[in-house]
């Protein structure tokens, strides 16, 4: 089972070890260990009774450590538990993973095996290996008349696993009806687990909507977020679950509060969802220059993300293009630098400023160029992008390029009449760059385009000891070294 927000390891952890214990508990009987194992197991009550007049251990456990008992209450012989129990049998004996007869009767739903195993004393609140309760069984069971029964009997509807998860959350998951009784019996809306889920979160995730009204009428906090900062609602985003955003924002939830980083439900569904979800969220009434923490708004996240679906829906809904993020970085240029080149193009058709530069005077083809992507500096060059732009430390976009290795976008820039030499404030040329960096083929492409092998920095280095400085074990190293050498002697 997938975790709630897609990267809980213990949430995860947590829900599988719970079903592995109600799986194990209401499960196929074990390969019996002997004949009162195999008398339990198919309901006969005649054998059992000739087995134990025998004289045979009545608490002997069999495959996977289960006794005779938990196997009669796991498959609902009630004749057989109550002959057991009156044997002498252990009402309280768990298998190897910590079920106990109880859980396996809550399980299945065998009210009249519970009946019979609470009235011996079975302990309400003994725990498998995993933390769970008979009660937690039932709950994600979803066996209502066995919840109501263990309920009956005071068992306690908080009792946690080892990850904080109650019943009311093993309920929220999938049944409406158990998450009511757990309610008017008093369990707390309000329970978190270790990673801060509340029952109110897990029934979102499951789209369990007549849960979330339920909790919601009993007082659950709609707007409470987890661990990570994140609401039900920017869940729910995330995951692009419309029907579930939709009983949230009836149940009372805003469609503008934010998680702990300032994302809103729009941007979370711009940037991880399909459009349908960012233009269910717009017809709702999301604010669409809402900016996060950072200043991006839901255009910059879709174009980041490469949603091109959900980024058309916010153009069209008038988003505005030109939009600045706190280092004053444009959706054009998370575009570009992120690679999605029809993103790119969409906005360039509505009509973005293809030559903005952002706080330190970096422009989208500087971010196409740095990131790789030689269809987009392609496009950007058709735009009318500003070819030598330089930003505050004097880079250029070949600069950008040659220094993270791109070789295409290096020799696009070449080809569109760059200067191959222009260097940066500090006296770095591209030459130099592709040099530090390692990037045999891009050394050699500005080799060919005449570019000057003896060219200093303002501290004096050359391409050629620059390459050196690569670790001896770098493949590519002695090639560079040999190309840059062979080039001096020619000059």
């Known amino acids: 089972m997938p975790s709630i927000a897609g990267s809980r390891g213990c949430a995860r952890s947590s829900w599988l070890l719970l079903i592995a214990a109600a799986l194990a508990a209401g499960g196929s009987p074990h ?36 006794t005779a008992l ?11 538990v109550e002959l057991l129990v009156e044997a002498g049998a252990d009402v309280a004996v768990p298998d190897q993973g910590g079920h106990t007869p109880l859980m396996a009767a809550a399980a299945n739903g065998h009210v009249d095996c519970l009946h019979r195993l609470i009235a011996a004393g079975a302990p309400l609140e003994a725990r498998s290996d995993t933390g769970g309760t008979a009660l937690a069984v039932a709950a994600w069971a979803g066996r209502y008349e066995a919840l109501d029964r263990l309920l009956l009997a005071k068992a306690d509807p908080d009792t946690a696993d080892e990850n904080g998860y109650t019943p009311l959350m093993m ?31 897990i029934a979102a995730w499951a789209g369990n909507i007549a849960a979330i009204e339920q909790l919601v009428r009993a007082g659950a906090d709609i707007e409470a977020r987890d661990a990570e900062g994140e609401t039900a609602l920017t869940r729910a985003a995330r995951e692009g679950a419309i029907e579930t955003i939709r009983g949230l924002l009836e149940s009372g939830a805003s469609i503008e509060t934010p998680n702990e980083r300032g994302e809103t439900a729009l941007m979370l569904a711009s940037a991880h969802a399909d459009g349908a979800c960012a233009r269910f969220l717009i017809t709702e009434g999301a604010d669409l220059e809402a900016a996060s923490h ?108 040659a220094l993270n290795g791109n070789f295409e976008c290096v020799e696009l820039l070449l080809r569109a009449g760059m200067d ?51 670790p001896f074990e770098d493949p590519d190293r002695e090639a560079i070294v040999n190309l840059l050498l062979s080039a001096a002697t020619a000059e």
Request: include cysteine; charge should be positive.
């Open 171 to 201: 309920a929220a998951f999938r049944d409406a009806a158990c998450v009511r009784r757990l309610l008017v019996a008093g369990a707390d809306p309000e329970a978190r687990t270790v990673e801060g889920e509340t029952a109110l979160m």
């Open 294 to 401: 950072n200043g991006e708004t839901a255009l910059m996240y879709a174009a980041r993300h490469g949603r091109l679906a959900a980024l058309r829906h916010l153009l069209r809904a008038g988003a505005e293009v030109e939009a600045r993020n706190d280092l004053g970085g444009t959706a054009l240029m998370a575009a570009a630098l992120e690679g999605h080149h029809a993103c790119a193009d969409l906005l360039l058709e509505a009509g973005a400023n293809v030559n903005a530069v952002n706080r330190h005077g970096y422009t989208a083809l500087m971010a196409a160029a740095a990131g790789g992507d030689a269809r987009t500096a392609r496009r950007l060059l058709e735009a009318g992008a500003a070819l030598r732009a330089r930003s505050k430390r004097g880079s250029t976009a070949l600069l950008a390029a």
């Open 70 to 80: 938990l196997i009669a209450a796991r498959e609902g012989h009630e004749a057989c």
């Open 31 to 66: 390969a019996p260990a002997g004949p009162v194992h195999d008398a339990a197991a198919i309901g006969d009550v005649r054998f059992l009774s000739r087995q134990l007049a025998g004289g045979v251990d009545v608490d002997e456990r069999g495959a996977g450590g289960a």
């Open 420 to 470: 191959a030499d222009l260097p940066d404030h500090r006296g770095y040329t591209p030459l130099m760059a592709a040099a530090w960096r390692g990037s045999t083929s891009c050394v050699r492409l500005l080799l060919r385009m005449q570019a000057d092998v003896g060219a200093e920095t303002r501290a004096g280095q050359t391409a050629l000891e620059l390459a050196r400085r690569r």
